[in-house]
């Protein structure tokens, strides 16, 4: 292919990149990194543009070299502002406008860059800088987000793959210096060039969809895994956390128990004071047991006003008291309504994986059984199976 055909080829690229990602934002209407890359693909789309207006004459230096190549150094820039907004950091346009204003200042500082030589041995390192940025964000977030290691994977894949041609012409820039100025070194550059700036393209493109698209996949499920009362995960999420939990108390790595909760006489509440109150009395009780969690974030809403707390390597005794200490607190803090004083209080059941136990739901039995018993017990209780049967459990632990 020859190098007109492969610049037409990039710009084409590049036009697609920008109408891709743009649309994309259009339709989702919410990942503003898209809006980053999609500039991104229009700024190396307008410098391609520039590149291939020289084949039909000469172009001023003010738009190619100077404004092509602020461009091309913006639109990498671009994709770096855009991966430091879709990880929630200062996206930092400031930094890449400046950047690239410097460079095409540079390009009327006399002697700087001025010869094609001098260009390619300061704007390929300032590219390396960029990519090795990019690639050092995702890594770190990578290390953060293993979810989202696969659709990280080709954006990262494309930075190595630019970096790295890059890095070999720059070292065949430094080794023979005429080379740029001969035809044959011209058409090395141009035409390897293009080729990786197209292959570039295409992968960036993809890659940023993905990241879109993977991002959207875990905000679902995690909805889809959340109770929208209480921010709690739902019985949805409870099987995979449970049976993980419940395997590795299996193979005697830590202790797996599970504390459930139950308001008392919460029908009652909500035939008295209405069903909003009732709500607030929900998120009041949960709101309250997740201050008094230390460690367990593995909180759900098991029913209407059920709750389970999912413990791995905690004491049996330290569960009684804190799960003593959250029921007098829940009783200690009545919920304000209209002038009133409402009081709230709960039943908990406590049981510990047995080593016989097949499976985690044998656990949530005893965990209702002792719940139950609870109940039985006048309600405002604590109650603990042991694995023959439900036993009372005094205020302060006896056991
Ligand atoms: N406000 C509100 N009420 C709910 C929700 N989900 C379930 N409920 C109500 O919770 C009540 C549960 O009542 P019961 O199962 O009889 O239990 P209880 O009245 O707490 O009695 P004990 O558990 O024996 O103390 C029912 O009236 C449900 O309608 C909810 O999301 N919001």
Aim: glycine share 6%; with cysteine.
């Amino acid at each position: 292919m020859d190098a007109y055909t492969l610049q037409v080829s990039t710009a084409m690229a590049s036009a697609i990149m920008f109408l891709t990602l743009l649309s994309l934002y259009l339709s989702s209407n919410r990942n503003r990194c898209l809006v980053d890359w999609s500039l991104s693909g229009l700024f190396f789309f307008i410098s391609n543009c520039i590149g291939l207006l020289s084949y039909y004459g000469p172009v001023p230096y003010i738009l190619g070299p100077a404004l092509a190549n602020m461009l091309y150094l913006l639109a990498h820039l671009a994709i770096w502002v855009g991966i430091r907004r879709h990880l929630g950091l200062l996206p930092r346009w400031d930094v890449a406008i400046l950047a690239s204003l410097a460079l095409f200042i540079c390009h009327y500082v006399p002697g700087l860059l001025d010869t094609i030589t001098n260009r390619l041995l300061i704007i390929y390192p300032l590219l390396m800088v960029i990519n090795l940025s990019v690639l050092w964000v995702l890594i770190r977030a990578v290390s953060k987000a293993p979810d989202y290691h696969i659709a990280y994977f080709p954006l990262m894949f494309a930075e190595v793959i630019f970096f790295t041609q890059q890095f070999v012409r720059f070292l065949v820039v430094v080794f023979d210096q005429q080379l740029p100025l001969t035809k044959a070194g011209d058409e090395f550059l141009q035409t390897s060039g293009s080729l990786a700036v197209l292959a570039f393209l295409s992968l960036v493109n993809m890659a940023c969809g993905l990241i879109v698209f993977r991002k959207q996949e875990i905000a679902l499920r995690k909805a889809s895994h959340t109770d929208q009362l209480t921010g709690w995960m739902n019985r949805g999420a409870l099987d995979t956390v449970a049976s993980e939990a419940f395997d590795a108390g299996k193979q005697g790595n830590s202790d797996f128990c599970i504390v459930m909760i139950d308001i008392d006489h919460f029908k009652k509440i909500n035939d008295d004071f209405g069903h909003q109150f009732g709500d607030m009395a929900l998120k009041h009780v949960t709101k309250l047991a997740q201050e008094s969690m230390r460690t367990s974030d593995h909180l759900f809403r098991y029913g209407g006003e059920e709750f389970l707390l999912l413990f791995s390597g905690e004491d049996v005794v330290n569960l009684h008291l804190l799960s003593q200490r959250l029921k007098q607190r829940i009783e200690n803090s009545p919920l304000e309504f209209k002038g009133h004083s409402i009081p709230l209080t709960v039943s908990i059941g406590i049981a510990k994986q047995e080593r016989d136990d097949p499976h985690w739901e044998e656990l949530l039995h005893r965990a209702d059984l002792a719940l139950y018993h609870s109940k039985r017990q006048g309600r405002n209780q604590v109650s603990f199976h042991d694995g023959d049967a439900p036993i009372l459990l005094e205020a302060r632990p006896s056991f």
